[in-house]
Structure formats: structure tokens, C-alpha cells
């Protein structure tokens, strides 16, 4: 009986850590995808593609699917975690730690003050604006946004089974990156890093407790 209940754990257990492995190739992908993308087009271009070509509906889905990525979004994913997944809870909150400080590192320490599209482009090219979205002009590198809601999309991933909710969830997640762009508040290039902020934030934070028992056992 113990041998089973054991047995029936670690394929669990894989099954789990394979999800997460598809979350993590999914994402890269993403990554690739979209920084080939800003490499053929460059930057003013890239931006422009997305930007300038929108629809009404366009303009009402991509308002609302931005919130996605706002630091909010943590605040119910914490309290469900709390009340169903607890033992998952230490490494949502991890996520939101070292993605909340990777991307204030980078905003407001490595490029403070960096100009966002209504700033630098304004003279140049004329940006589609959604009627009710508040436009901000400094503090564009990287996406906050994208860093978030990568990371609540591969942490996410720990708690289901089904792959096909994998690529949903990493899929709403390059929906908020594009949102972003859509609605003139970033580059591309700042899309792309947000990715790779919440692709290293996740990784950190489903993998901490293996590299925390290495190196126990290495010490020891």
C-alpha cells in the first residue's frame, strides 16, 4: 500500500515538473519568436505594425486584457493559493518577489527615465491612443506587465494537469506583452525582456527547493 501511495507520488511529481518543462519551452519560444520579430523590423517599426493597425474591438479587448499583467493580478492567484494550494504558496509569492524586483532594477536603476513610444515617437509617427488609457512617458524598459504575466502564466502551470491549459496560459500571456505595444505604452523590446524576466523568475521559483537541497547536500 505504502509502496503504491509512493509510486502514485513521484509520477505526480514528473508529471508536474514535464508540465512546467512544457510551460518553460513554450515561453522561450515565445521569446524567440518575438525577438526575431523586433530584429527583421526594428524597433520604430515593430511598434508601428502593432500599433497602427487596430479596430474598435481591438481597442476594447486589449484595454481589458492588459489588467492580466498588472501587479493586482497576484493578489486573488496568493489568496487561492492560500486556501487550496498552499504548498505552492511559497513559490508564487518567490515569483512575485524576484519579478516585482528584477523589473524595478531594470526600470528605475539600470535605464531610469527611459521614454516610452508617446515620448519618442510622437513627432515622428502618430500613435493610435484607446480612448480611457492612461499614457505614461517614462519607465518604458522592460514591461512589467509582460515580466508578470509570464511568470503567473508558467507558475500557473504547477497546478494543472492538462497541457492544453499550459499554452492558454502562456498565450494570455503574450496577449498582455502585444497589449502593451497595442496600446502605445512599450516597445517590442520591451516586451521581449519582460518575457525573459518572467521566464527567469519562474524558473527560480518552481526549481529553488532542488537547488536549495544540492546545495545542502553538497555542504554536507
Known amino acids: 500500500m505504502s509502496c503504491n501511495f509512493d509510486y502514485q507520488l513521484k509520477m505526480t511529481q514528473n508529471n508536474s515538473n514535464n508540465l512546467s518543462k512544457t510551460a518553460f519551452l513554450f515561453s522561450i519560444i515565445v521569446a524567440i519568436v518575438v525577438g526575431i520579430f523586433f530584429l527583421i523590423t526594428g524597433k520604430t517599426n515593430s511598434f508601428q505594425i502593432i500599433n497602427g493597425n487596430h479596430s474598435v474591438l481591438f481597442d476594447l479587448f486589449f484595454r481589458y486584457i492588459t489588467f492580466l499583467g498588472d501587479g493586482t493580478i497576484w493578489i486573488p492567484i496568493v489568496v487561492y493559493c492560500f486556501f487550496y494550494k498552499r504548498k505552492y504558496l511559497s513559490t508564487v509569492f518567490l515569483g512575485f518577489l524576484i519579478s516585482t524586483l528584477l523589473t524595478h532594477f531594470f526600470k528605475r536603476i539600470i535605464f531610469p527615465d527611459e521614454f516610452r513610444p508617446i515620448v519618442f515617437l510622437a513627432k515622428d ?45 502562456v498565450f494570455l500571456a503574450f496577449l498582455v506583452g502585444y497589449s502593451r505595444v497595442y496600446l502605445g505604452q512599450h516597445f517590442v523590446t520591451d516586451i521581449w525582456f519582460g518575457i525573459c524576466i518572467g521566464i527567469i523568475s519562474a524558473f527560480i521559483s518552481v526549481f529553488y527547493k532542488k537547488f536549495y537541497k544540492v546545495i545542502v547536500t553538497e555542504i554536507k
Open 125 to 169: 509617427f502618430p500613435i493610435h491612443i484607446v480612448k480611457g488609457v492612461k499614457m505614461y512617458r517614462i519607465n518604458s524598459f522592460p514591461s512589467g506587465h509582460t515580466a508578470t504575466a509570464f511568470t503567473i502564466a508558467i507558475l500557473l502551470s504547477s497546478f494543472t494537469k492538462n497541457k492544453a491549459t499550459i499554452f492558454f496560459f
